[in-house]
Each structure stands twice: as C-alpha cells, then as structure tokens.
C-alpha cells in the first residue's frame, strides 16, 4: 500500500485541499452576492413581471447568456489582465477568484430566474392587493417562498465551482486541480491523481448531500 502512494507527499495535499475550498468558499459567497440581485432583476423585468421593462431585461439577458456561453478554460484566459487590475496576479486562491466569479454568477442568475418563476402567482396579486410595494413583495413574499429553489441553484452552483476550481489550475491557481495537472498528469503520478480526484468526488458529493438537506428542512416549514 505504501509503495502505491509513493508519490505522494500528504502536507501538498492538505494545503491543495485548504486551497480548493478558499478558492470554493470566497467565489461562492461573490458569486451569490452578484447572481441574487442579478437574477431577481431578470425575473422583475422580464414579460409580465412587476418591473416590466424590455430593453433592460434584453440587455442583461444578451450579458448573461455571453458569459455563460464562453467556455470556463477561455474565459480564465481573456480575463488574466482584468484579474491582474483587480487583485494584483492572476496566480494563487486570489488571482482564481474573479474568473470563478464571472464564470458562475451568470449560471447562478438564471437558477435564481427560475426559482422566482416557480413562485405561485397568486402570492404576487395578493400581496399587490394589500398594497406591497415591489421591495416588500421581493423581500416579503418572493424570495420566502422560492427559498427552496434558490438553495437547489446556490447547491449546483457550489459542485460547477469545483469543476472550475479544478480547471483553474491549469493557468496556476493552485489547489487539487493544479496538484493533478502538475503531478499527476505531467510527472505521470497515478496516485496523486487518484488521491486528488477521490478528494474532489467527496467534495462534491458532501455539497450535494448538505444542500439536499438544508432544502428539506426549508421545505417543510
């Protein structure tokens, strides 16, 4: 068994781990602070909607669907003078961030659109007729009762960041995508990419399950 793990040095692990989840926890949090105020704006601007308004609506409709449609390993790319601007390099947890960023909030949006879309309408016309302005009924009656679709969507968002986070070490950004591309790929070290991939799938699968319950839970209230 420890010939098996020859190449594995446990402290490069530990840190790559701790690296993956800075790099997962810090582009979340900004990701749900730029996509929750986005996709509500979508979802009020849209046809039919309390803030109907078309040309704003297709205007951040065309920006969405731009950046969503760039593919992640290119927009790490194009972005590297912009990420170099904002936080000083484009290396490290820090210079990841903003491309994870611009990559997700996007995807995160259109998850928040959908949810609020799946909110009864009837919530809607009877908080209007209580006299609800649009901020109350944001704030008091759509995002309430679409809590269980916006932590289905916040869930997903967290397992694609860890995808990008992996394919962010392709251009440095440390963490256990870039423990993979180095050793495991390059140097042709099976074990470190077995090591690194079993880390990765429990990720996921541990996100997965968490944001499975916290939607229950939420569900039966």
Same mark, same amino acid.
Do not use: C, H
């Given at each position: ?30 990701? &749900? /602070? ?91 016309? /009877?908080?209007?007729?209580?006299? /609800?302005?649009?901020?109350?009924? &944001? ?55 077995? &090591? ?19 939607? &229950? ?5």
């Amino acid at each position: 068994m420890d010939s098996f793990f020859a190449n594995i040095d446990w402290a490069d692990i530990g840190q790559a781990t701790l690296d993956t989840l800075a790099m997962l926890g810090g582009s979340l949090a900004l990701t &749900v /602070a730029i996509g929750l105020p986005l996709g509500v704006l979508l979802f009020l601007t849209g046809p039919r909607q309390l803030l109907e308004q078309k040309a704003v609506n297709a205007v951040l409709s065309v920006i969405v669907n731009v950046l969503r449609a760039v593919p992640f390993i290119i927009l790490l790319i194009i972005m590297i003078p912009l990420t170099v601007l904002l936080v000083g390099t484009s290396l490290g947890v820090a210079g990841a961030i903003p491309p994870l960023v611009v990559g997700a909030a996007p995807f995160f949006a259109r998850l928040v659109e959908t949810a609020l879309r799946e909110v009864d309408r009837g919530v809607i016309e /009877a908080s209007q007729a209580m006299g /609800a302005t649009p901020r109350q009924i &944001v704030f008091g009656a759509l995002l309430p009762e679409a809590l269980p679709g916006l932590i289905a969507g916040i869930t997903v968002t967290a397992i694609a960041l860890v995808s990008y986070t992996a394919m962010a070490g392709v251009v440095g950004a440390g963490g256990l995508g870039d423990l993979a591309i180095r050793f495991g790929y390059q140097r042709f070290q099976t074990d470190v990419m077995i &090591v690194t991939v079993v880390l990765l799938l429990v990720l996921v699968q541990v996100l997965q399950m968490v944001g499975d319950r916290l939607v &229950v839970r939420v569900s039966r209230r």
